[in-house]
């Protein structure tokens, strides 16, 4: 769903965050330009230009920007979140709740971390279990619990049940002191 609307008829426009001046963004995920202040256009019959979205292969919306001749891509929900969603945890990643990519509406984005963000990702894909940190090995026939800390994997164990591993994942997060709402 792109470019989902609001209740408001005029939206509120913000500066994008290091592109100030340059660029702003609205709530409904329009990013304008300034022509005067981009490659040093002065044109005051035409004071901003709505900028064109894209989609990706992997189904994101992106949008480019520019500054000082050097032009870089950035995902549109995540301009998005920055200028519009409080993220007081300072949490690096962006989910979105309802796992449409291509739904950037406020109310289906949220701060999330790393773990949680790979959690509820695959909440939706095919998998072999039903508990996070859990997967059946095929060539013996047990579950075996993974997690990661610290960008290292550690293996917990190989169990008879999905349960028993989806125990021994839960007492790693504990163990580890790890947070994960979607385990």
Same mark, same amino acid.
Not at 44 to 62: D, H
Not at 91 to 118: F, Q, T
Not at 127 to 154: E, H, P
């Given at each position: 769903?792109?470019?989902?609307?609001?209740?408001?008829?005029?939206?509120?426009?913000?500066?994008?965050?290091?592109?100030?001046?340059?660029?702003?963004?609205?709530?409904?995920?329009?990013?304008?330009?300034?022509?005067?202040?981009?490659?040093?256009?002065?044109?005051?019959?035409?004071?901003?230009?709505?900028?064109?979205?894209?989609?990706?292969?992997?189904?994101?919306?992106?949008?480019?920007?520019? =500054?000082?001749?050097?032009?870089? =891509?950035?995902?549109?929900?995540?301009?998005?979140?920055?200028?519009?969603?409080?993220?007081?945890?300072?949490?690096?990643?962006?989910?979105?709740?309802?796992?449409?990519?291509?739904?950037?509406?406020?109310?289906?984005?949220?701060?999330?971390?790393?773990?949680?963000?790979?959690?509820?990702?695959?909440?939706?894909?095919?998998?072999?279990?039903?508990?996070?940190?859990?997967?059946?090995?095929?060539?013996?026939?047990?579950?075996?619990?993974?997690?990661?800390?610290?960008?290292?994997?550690?293996?917990?164990?190989?169990?008879?049940?999905?349960?028993?591993?989806?125990?021994?994942?839960?007492?790693?997060?504990?163990?580890?002191?790890?947070?994960?709402?979607?385990?």
């Amino acid at each position: 769903m792109i470019g989902k609307e609001t209740d408001t008829d005029k939206p509120l426009w913000v500066d994008i965050k290091g592109y100030e001046g340059y660029y702003k963004i609205n709530i409904n995920g329009d990013v304008v330009r300034n022509t005067s202040t981009y490659h040093r256009i002065k044109n005051p019959l035409v004071a901003e230009r709505l900028m064109t979205k894209y989609l990706t292969t992997s189904g994101y919306i992106t949008v480019g920007l520019c =500054r000082d001749g050097k032009p870089k =891509r950035f995902m549109l929900h995540r301009l998005i979140a920055i200028a519009f969603i409080p993220n007081p945890k300072n949490l690096p990643h962006i989910n979105h709740i309802n796992n449409d990519s291509g739904d950037y509406s406020i109310s289906n984005l949220e701060w999330v971390s790393n773990r949680e963000n790979l959690s509820h990702g695959r909440k939706f894909h095919k998998k072999t279990s039903k508990y996070t940190g859990v997967f059946l090995k095929k060539d013996t026939g047990r579950w075996r619990a993974f997690i990661r800390v610290n960008k290292k994997g550690i293996w917990l164990g190989d169990y008879k049940n999905e349960l028993d591993a989806s125990k021994a994942y839960k007492a790693a997060l504990k163990e580890y002191n790890l947070k994960n709402k979607y385990a």
